[in-house]
């Protein structure tokens, strides 16, 4: 492989802008006999309540043999918003709530070998650098009743990937299921090393180990299967390649960022963002008031930075489809992320209402990955955000007050009760009382918490 320029060596850093990368990816596979479709809506087809969750969502009918594919080769961008953990966004490099999916889909068409070579093939125009490429395999699995996937390894071997860079591995990092009943099967995941200086030091250290070094930025899953209720898997008719690649972890890759949240999609809202906060020499006089900072760690003030950007980016995304802030379904996702980051706002000693001013940033770094519908919609959306933490402001005062009052138990334990009296009495959410109460080394004591919603609900139906 004759490949060699590496992606460091580029001399600007943002020649490959995110809408660059998109486009590229997809006139690539257009080139090569793929039908582009359009993104779908990032409120799932199936509930008023979700949001699509994967890039394959959409064409899970086609992939499970339900419905005939448009074409049999598929290409497209999705956005995907996952809240589940949204604790955890901002805790490494990667972890966002909504992220941009790019994706190939062979539905019953081409295999393993043409998908690894078109990955090669768009990785050399790309200009990946080959000597920090590690490949992940399936390494079988007794219980699903599979031996290694010696095929996938050939492929990679024939495509000049050298054997000690393919490591097997076991199912949970290897098969690919939706998590729970529908199309799976065993996949390959594409890695950068991107230096000792962003790993753990462990001896064990290598791709799938959950620090900063190894970033897997895409999967080509083999769809070959269908998992069932009980876990169990049958074959599927068609057999069907789905791949995604994430378009901020590329990105970050090629514009060589220290982070998804620091890429070109981010800067400029990061900038304001930056030019909001208090100087930090401002805020050392110790234990907070009013919600002032109070004694944030650096690591836990760079993490509150990432949430703030990565809430309103997707609040961009879910209120620029129309979704508005509410007590039910997808705008109940919206309040809470307008509400997460309006909390991390404070904590980082912004005493003011600000999320709105980061929105038109955010837009205009989006360029056209947003249409020009959605472009037009931010100026309602700056209006609705503005509005929405107006609202909270008075909540948020208070309840950080009173979190700042608790003197815990034994052990650093906060009573549940506590967080259950805040959240029903001040409309402060419990989630966001137990993260700050975290960063004061403190627990809840959730069964408690538990207890005492369960006593409200009980009172409130006997009424
Ligand atoms: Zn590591």
Redesign the pocket.
Known sequence: MSKTKSMTQQSHPHVWSSARIAETYLAFFEQHGHLRLAGHPLAAPENSTSFIIAGMQPLMPYLRGSEPPPAPRLAALQRCLRTDDVEMVGSNDRKMSAFQMLGNWSIGDYGRREAVELAVELLSIFGIDWQRLWITTFGGDPSLNLPPDEDIVAEWLRAGIPGERIVPLGAEDNFWTTGGPGPCGRDTELFIDRGEAF??G?QE?RPG???N??LEFWNLVFIEFEQHPDGSITPLPLRSVDTGMGLERMALLLQGAPSAFHIDLFLPAQQRLHSLLPNEHDSHDGHGHDGQPSAMLPAQREQSQRMIVDHMRAALFVGAEGTEPGRDGRGSVLRRLIRRAATRGRLLGITRPFLSELLMPLAQAHGALLSEEEQQRVPLLEEMVRQEEQRFQRTLTAGLRMLDSITPGERGVVPGELLFQLHAERGFPADLAAEILAQRGLQVEWPSFERATQAHREVSRSR
């Open positions: 790993g753990c462990r250290c180990c959950d620090c070094r190894f």
